[in-house]
């Protein structure tokens, strides 16, 4: 199951696909489209947008802080700066939420 959320257009998309290949993003995506695609960690996903270069790629930051987690668990303490830079963005968010701003706001 493919999920495609785009909430500046308020729209959702499933595709059910037999198939995790990026052949699926490719036929999903418009040649011409532009935007920011956030993704989790599957390693198809930098060859499957490196050849789109109006597509920005970026990694869900909970996925990130997950291995990011594991890293620290195994005592891979070069990990704990950037677990202690992912707090703080979530605090920013759960702050920009308590508050209620707008997409605008948080800008």
Partial sequence: MWGYHAP???AVVFELSPS??????HDFFPEAWAGVVPTDGAK???SV???RPT????????????????ANKSDEHQALPLL???????????QAKDRQLTREQRG
């Avoid at 995790?20 to 993003?25: E, K, T, V």
């Avoid at 990694?59 to 291995?67: D, K, P, S, V």
């Avoid at 202690?84 to 605090?91: F, P, S």
């Fill in 8 to 10: 500046h257009a308020k």
């Fill in 49 to 51: 947008f490196k050849h």
């Fill in 20 to 25: 995790r290949s990026g052949a699926n993003l």
């Fill in 84 to 94: 202690k830079d992912i707090t703080a963005l979530y605090r920013i968010e759960r």
């Fill in 55 to 70: 597509i920005v790629h970026i990694e869900c930051h909970a996925h990130l802080r997950r291995y990011v987690l594991d």
């Fill in 44 to 46: 198809m996903y930098p």
